[in-house]
């Protein structure tokens, strides 16, 4: 069988190559091993395929994820994970003392290799701009507030900390050419879905901002090279581009009084210190 030419499928479908397959799954997370034979002299090419042979040198992925219902996990983020090569030892011929092979059996384990998701609280307080304000004293003299009596109130955000195993940093998603590194100090352009767990949570335009990825360099036994990403996304509820302004005062419809900058009187032409991209392709990428 010629290795060049035989897509990785067949192996799968075919009664001569294909052996036997189990799954084991736990509570968090489920695998699978495959055993498939080929002809003694493509095992290593074989191997190599399967365990590098997927996107960005990601092992193949697990072929039967569709008969795995998805109350079981998802079948389809299993991916090849590790191999081991053995002789099948009911085919081979004795040459003298020596024994040559004719077949192998590849066993292959499949895990899950997913994005880890981690979230952090934090928040800051903001002071409120008094203007305007009262307290309901006794002395109706004794109600203005001042501006050194000014109570601040939190304001709940946090951090969500993406990490994953082996990553494509870069690619063209929707005709578009990125790269992970682009979205360093940027927000998000417009909102974001992001789901985990079966969980959903739509965060506004704006009020997403990446940190610098930490990457961590990884490399294949035949030396092809990957990147452990870890990636720090925070969220304001406030927004990226808006801040409080000392004279704008609180309401109850305007809540806090944050406003926007802009270059021109009539605020038509809005400044952004902080840039705005389009978050999908990096989404994407971590598979939300």
């Not at 008969?67 to 996990?73: F, K, N, R, V």
């Not at 940027?186 to 335009?205: D, H, I, M, Q, W």
Request: aromatic share 10%.
């Amino acid at each position: 069988m010629d290795t060049g030419s035989v897509k990785y499928q067949e192996y799968f479908e075919a009664d001569e190559t294909f052996d036997s397959h189990s799954i084991q799954i736990g509570r968090t997370s489920g695998s699978a091993t495959v055993s498939i034979q080929c002809r003694w002299e493509d095992r290593f090419a074989i191997a190599q395929d399967i365990l590098e042979g997927g996107l960005g040198h990601t092992g193949r992925q697990y072929p039967f994820a569709g008969d795995i219902p998805g109350a079981l996990g998802n079948g389809s983020k299993w991916y090849a994970e590790s191999v081991s090569i053995s002789p099948m030892p009911t085919r081979y011929k004795r040459t003298g003392q020596a024994i040559e092979y004719e077949k192998a059996v590849i066993q292959i384990t499949y895990a899950q290799m997913q994005t880890e998701v981690s979230f952090e609280s934090t928040g800051q307080f903001v002071t409120v701009n008094p203007i305007g304000l009262f307290w309901n004293l006794p002395n109706a003299d004794e109600r203005q507030i001042a501006p050194e009596e000014a109570p601040g109130v939190f304001i709940a955000s946090h951090d969500i900390t993406l990490t994953h195993p082996h990553l494509q940093i870069s690619g063209h998603t929707n005709g578009v050419t990125w790269n992970i590194c682009d979205f360093e100090g940027a927000c998000n352009e417009s909102a974001c879905s992001l789901t985990f767990n079966g969980v959903t949570r739509t965060y506004p335009a704006e009020t997403l901002l990446c940190s610098s990825p930490s990457l961590r360099v990884g490399c294949t036994l035949s030396g092809a090279g990957f990147f452990q990403v870890s990636l720090k996304i925070s969220y304001n509820p406030i927004g990226h581009n808006q801040w409080i302004h000392p004279r704008q005062t609180v309401s109850e419809d305007a809540g806090m009084g944050f406003v926007k900058m802009f270059k021109d009187k009539d605020c038509t032409q809005q400044v952004k210190p902080v840039r705005t991209m389009d978050f999908s392709p990096l989404l994407t990428a971590f598979g939300l």
